[in-house]
């Protein structure tokens, strides 16, 4: 009898690295992590290179494409070229890591390919009784010949008792071990259908718009929230503060919640049909991947903007 397709809203800890929890979703994302470093550093090491004809090679045009289209989606929200060329490292973060996270859990054997957890044994303490700790008992029976004294050690209801406790324990320990048997944990999960690291990325997002804030406003910024000049803009920065905190969840709950629904549906599709059906979802997959990038982009730039400019300039 084969098992149902495995889904879990939680990642799952595959190892411990110093007493600290390594789970399948940080795994990967310090793949992904470890691919956008050494993309960098093989894009810088080949920066300015040309072949015999005087021509940038494959590589040098294919991460000046990456960059160019980045910095012309920042610019086209900006229409600043010194704030778009501070708004770009961290847009072009946010679009690209995102976006392999999202890929990444598409390949084969994400989520298949894992280990096989075997829990402990429940071993319930066993119950022994020594016969120093039953009091002796002595009977006397007096007849017509003779009296004789007859000692009977322990009491025969509490050894039964015990002996029964013993042998109750032993069956649920085996009936125990039978229903948990083995756990299948995925090796690989894509970071981004992690609500944790979801979360983690919206509060950086909004932590990152405040520095903005502050950087271009100085305490001025303050005055967004706490604004006293009337009752109805004291009532609108109020509303503004809370509408800030509410990104952090509104933020990762979007971003959690399309990966993550992808993912599931992949893995009933290719339960249930496993070889022609699936084509079209991942197809439909990849596209929500892309978006759900350039969503998370699109929406941190737009606030990083919008930091930077006074109630006064709206």
């Given at each position: 009898?084969?098992?149902g397709?495995?889904i879990?809203i ?6 411990y690295?110093?007493n600290?929890?390594?789970s ?8 992904v ?20 004809f005087?021509?940038?090679g ?8 990456i ?15 010194k ?10 973060s ?10 990444l859990g598409l390949?084969?054997?994400?989520g298949?390919?894992g ?12 119950i022994e ?7 002796p008992?002595?009977?006397?029976i ?12 322990g009491?025969e ?5 015990a002996a ?10 085996a ?5 948990h ?22 509060a950086i ?9 502050f950087?271009?406003?100085k305490f001025?910024?303050l ?5 006293f ?7 609108v ?9 509410a990104?952090?969840?509104?933020f ?12 599931v549906?992949l893995a009933?599709i290719l339960f ?5 059906a699936p084509?079209p ?6 596209f ?11 929406l ?14 709206h």
């Open positions: 009898m084969s098992s397709p495995h879990s939680s990642a799952e800890t595959i190892s690295f110093a600290i929890p390594i399948n979703s940080i795994l990967t994302s310090l793949i992590s470890a691919i956008l470093i050494l993309f960098a550093l093989i894009a810088k090491k080949k920066l300015n290179t040309r072949d015999v005087g021509r940038p494959a590589f040098q045009n294919f991460s000046e494409m960059v160019e289209m980045l910095y012309e989606f920042t610019n086209s929200v900006t229409h600043n070229s704030k778009t060329k501070v708004f770009l490292p961290f847009i072009a946010f679009f690209l890591w995102i976006l392999l996270n999202n890929w390949l084969p054997g994400v298949t390919i280990l096989t957890h075997e829990p402990k044994e429940a071993r319930l303490p066993s009784v020594k016969a120093s700790e039953v009091e008992t002595v009977e006397v007096e007849t017509t010949d003779h009296v004789e004294t007859l000692e009977v050690v009491d209801t509490h050894v039964e008792e029964t406790a013993g042998e109750t324990h032993s069956e649920e320990a009936t125990g071990e039978k229903a048997g083995k756990t299948f944990i995925p090796l690989f999960r894509a970071g981004t259908a992690d609500l944790n690291t979801a979360i983690a990325l919206a997002s909004v932590f990152v718009t405040q520095l903005f804030g950087k271009y406003l001025g910024y005055k967004k929230f706490f604004n000049s009337s009752p109805i803009m004291f009532f920065g109020i509303l503004e503060l809370v509408l800030e905190l990104k952090i969840m509104s990762a709950f979007r971003l959690f919640g399309n990966v993550f629904a992808g993912e549906l009933v249930l049909v496993p070889v022609i084509m979802f991942y197809g439909l997959e990849i929500v991947g892309f978006i759900q990038a350039l969503v998370f982009s699109m941190s730039l737009v606030f990083f903007n919008m930091a930077t400019i006074s109630h006064d300039e």
